[in-house]
Nanobody
């Protein structure tokens, strides 16, 4: 079992940057594929970025491609989301999630464990 805890959210102005962290418990973190999702008020939770167990493959939603970067440090049991050039439409609660089965997928149903989320607010 994996427990996830996000941090690094906050209030920033448009164009600024944030780095989110997701710390995982458990000795098997390196075997999990990880994803970042977000949920804005009144909207469904959506895929933002994903990374495979080794960090060798990454995937992004079109809306964040070129601005966000996902990475992981298996020695620290942590996955990161670097967010540059933030826009007001990036405002949401950001969640990290872990998937035990192979592959990075965009469906929320495919992930086994979730963190509690961290709020990101981007003002215009």
């Amino acid at each position: 079992q994996v427990q996830l805890e996000e941090s690094g959210g906050g209030l920033v102005q448009a164009g600024e940057s944030l780095r989110l962290s997701c710390a995982a418990s458990g000795r098997t973190f390196s075997s999990y594929n990880m994803g970042w999702f977000r949920q804005a008020p009144g909207k469904e939770r959506e895929f933002v970025a994903g990374i495979n167990w080794s960090g060798g493959a990454t995937y992004y939603a079109d809306s964040v491609k070129g601005r966000f970067t996902i990475s992981r440090d298996n020695a620290k049991n942590t996955v990161y989301l670097r967010m540059n050039s933030l826009k007001p439409e990036d405002t949401a609660v950001y969640y990290c999630a872990a998937r035990h089965l192979a592959g990075v997928v965009t469906s929320t149903a495919a992930y086994d464990y979730w963190g509690q989320g961290t709020q990101v607010t981007v003002s215009s």
